[in-house]
């Protein structure tokens, strides 16, 4: 496997200042490398997506009358499909769909994030959404970014801290592929993923943001929303205000009823009763309101466009106007968030980011056919959808900037930056005063993980909380029980080791063979045939899972005496933790660097 960590700690030609511009060099050529595969990713995601979406209707149009009654039952096949996939392909490690799994290893890396979250949600977040379920693929496509973005850097041997820039690279770069928005995907990495992160952070997620924007428009993937003339009225500020605050309010709404549908998730007996529940509920849902599926972004392109008369209808009769057309919207507005959270939560691959764009539309949509109904001119329907979106993603995120460069990216809103930026703090600040965090903060609680805070301001106690598998030397060489003492001199000779790890044919540590063992022969030429590996070894000490957290692996030393621990993973060898890694740990925290 190639290591670049030796190739870092090679960097050592010409002062200090060109080997930081050489290290820099590196990782910024990877995180443009991690930008262009996630870009890859979520494009394949949504490519999927579109042509499945595409070959259902078809089909659905082949079915003439019948089509009506099948149409809201494809999502509860895509939710089947992500449940029986995952139960067949990840038994040992039950597949993860939050983006929770992302923003805990940002935060406090560790094991690293699993493989199959590289390549998995392509599949099921693609079959998923494409077959209707009521989510978007930014989170799936959020989440494979990461994970290409933290394998690739495990793969290469790089520290911790460029793991965890490569992370966010990938992430951002997911999240400027699916919207063409390269400055929203950096935002997002930057509050949702590590926030507190330094500005120089932004150099290399802004190179990865572009490489992953690129690749997708390459590949076709755009949102089309229209190009309008915005302008605004300081008349109108009051307006504004007013939907900030609705926006805070139903941000806190939505955040509590995912937590209430976690809650009763984790009532049930089994978890395959909320996937049929959530299944039959969700049919219910679109078969009174289609508007309700999918990710969405279809319908709020449509109401820009034409408004609710191009809508498709179902057994809930919608009125054009009036009051009853408020009624109606005002359940979509409620309802909405229920089908994408019931969506994800019985087991389909999505996330609820288009979602939360699409309630802020309809709530726009709503506002302003009641200032029409009540006489109140000067509001344009386009800056009220705009302001919607822009306020309720970031109140259910808690990411007001991510929301306002979003909604100008997409809808070419700069103009509205001044208005834009009073809903966006409204709505954050309520929800942050009514809510005990975002979105997954929040779920988080109810799922009892543990909260996380920012690695650039990690403290002693947190340090505490790293696993020894990330400070354990695993670059030993190992040797066999019947090697000889010959082929142990030549490694001796080449290497600057002094310890060396006996390990069996299975990759379980039988011994431990120091330097000072092997000097009594050295001079003893004739011995170089005879002795093994197994004459100079010394009993193995304990182990400790590479999952072992640093404090515990600080009490062993002390009440062992110990002056190294071997770590296992698997029941396999790993590396060995001394005493030196860990005062190397503590002078690293204290001097700690930039992510780049």
């Not at 605050?245 to 955040?255: D, F, Y």
């Not at 006489?375 to 991510?402: D, E, K, R, S, Y």
């Not at 142990?488 to 044919?505: A, N, R, T, Y």
């Not at 296992?568 to 590396?575: K, N």
Request: overall charge neutral.
């Amino acid at each position: 496997m190639l290591n670049l960590t030796k190739i870092f700690a090679g960097m050592s030609w010409g002062t200090p200042w060109k080997r930081a511009r050489q290290k820099r060099m590196l990782v910024l050529a990877l995180c443009v490398l991690a930008g262009l595969l996630s870009g890859l990713a979520s494009s394949a995601m949504h490519l999927l997506a579109e042509w499945l979406h595409g070959q259902s209707q078809g089909w659905l149009a082949r079915c003439g009358g019948a089509g009506f009654w099948l149409a809201p039952a494809l999502p509860f096949l895509g939710i089947l499909f992500c449940v029986l996939l995952g139960s067949l392909l990840w038994r040992r490690h039950p597949m993860e769909t939050n983006l929770w799994v992302a923003i805990r290893e940002a935060r406090h890396p560790g094991r690293g994030m699993r493989e199959y979250h590289a390549y998995s949600h392509i599949l099921t977040s693609g079959v998923s959404v494409g077959l209707g379920i009521s989510a978007g693929m930014e989170a799936p496509s959020a989440l494979t970014g990461a994970a290409i973005g933290d394998n690739l850097g495990r793969k290469l041997g790089l520290p911790r801290e460029t793991r965890t820039l490569l992370l966010c690279a990938g992430a951002s770069a997911a999240i400027a592929g699916v919207f063409s928005a390269p400055l929203a995907g950096v935002l997002f990495a930057c509050e949702v993923l590590l926030p507190g992160s330094s500005g120089v952070t932004l150099i290399p997620l802004l190179i990865a943001a572009a490489s992953g924007s690129i690749v997708s428009q390459l590949c076709g993937v755009q949102v089309g929303f229209p190009e309008v003339a915005y302008s605004w009225s300081l008349g109108n500020l009051w307006l504004y205000l007013l939907t900030g605050l609705a926006c805070g309010l139903l941000s806190v709404a939505i955040i509590r009823l995912n937590c209430l549908v976690l809650r009763l998730r984790a009532r049930l007996p089994q978890p395959w009763l909320l996937t049929l529940l959530g299944g039959v509920a969700l049919y219910l849902l679109l078969l009174a309101l289609p508007v309700l599926g999918g990710s969405g972004l279809g319908f709020v392109l449509e109401l820009m466009h034409n408004g609710w008369e191009r809508l498709p209808e179902g057994l809930l009769p919608v009125p054009h106007a009036g009051w009853g057309l408020l009624a109606a919207l005002g359940l979509c507005v409620l309802l909405k968030p229920l089908a994408s959270i019931l969506s994800i939560q019985a087991g389909g691959d999505g996330g609820m980011f288009a979602p939360s764009l699409v309630t802020g539309a309809y709530m726009g949509f709503l506002f302003h056919q009641l200032l029409c109904l009540l006489n109140i001119t000067g509001f344009p329907l386009v800056n009220c959808m705009a302001a919607g979106m822009a306020g309720i993603l970031a109140g259910v995120m808690h990411a007001p900037l991510t929301a306002l460069f979003l909604i100008a990216e997409l809808l070419g809103g700069y103009q509205l930056f001044v208005p834009l930026m009073i809903v966006v703090a409204l709505a954050t600040f309520v929800s942050r005063c009514l809510s005990r965090g975002n979105i997954y903060f929040a779920a988080a609680g109810v799922a009892r993980r543990p909260a996380l805070e920012p690695l650039v301001s990690e403290s002693m106690d947190d340090h505490q909380e790293t696993a020894v598998g990330e400070l354990a030397d695993r670059g030993l060489y190992a040797l066999a029980p019947q090697d000889t003492f010959r082929t142990l001199l030549k490694v001796l000779m080449h290497s600057p080791q002094e310890i060396f790890p006996v390990l069996d044919g299975e990759g379980r540590l039988v011994g431990i063979i120091r330097e000072r063992n092997l000097r009594p022969f050295l001079l003893d030429k004739k011995l170089y045939d005879i002795l093994v590996a197994d004459d100079f070894m010394g009993s193995a000490p304990p182990s400790l899972p590479a999952d072992t957290t640093l404090a515990e692996a600080t009490r062993v030393f002390d009440t062992t005496g110990a002056d190294l621990i071997p770590i296992s993973q698997d029941g396999r060898f790993l590396g060995i933790l001394t005493r030196a890694h860990l005062l190397e740990s503590h002078r690293n925290l204290l001097t700690r660097q930039e992510l780049f």
